[in-house]
């Protein structure tokens, strides 16, 4: 029974390990691979200065 629960740990541990692991690419490459290098604009977005857009303000009205 002992080396079964180990078993079932070990197998716990390595699923765990790999859905982080998965995780974390997810965060770093599928979704900028997604995301659109430039906005429609052709402009690099300056989100410093977001409430100076059109979105920007249509976003803080809500």
Request: aromatic share 10%; proline share 2%.
């Amino acid at each position: 029974a002992k080396s079964l629960v180990k078993e079932i740990s070990k197998f716990d541990n390595q699923y765990q390990s790999a859905m982080n692991d998965s995780y974390n690419d997810l965060a770093e490459n599928t979704f900028k691979g997604l995301r659109r290098a430039l906005p429609m604009t052709r402009n690099k977005m300056d989100w410093n200065k977001i409430l100076n857009y059109k979105i920007g303000n249509e976003l803080a009205q809500k």
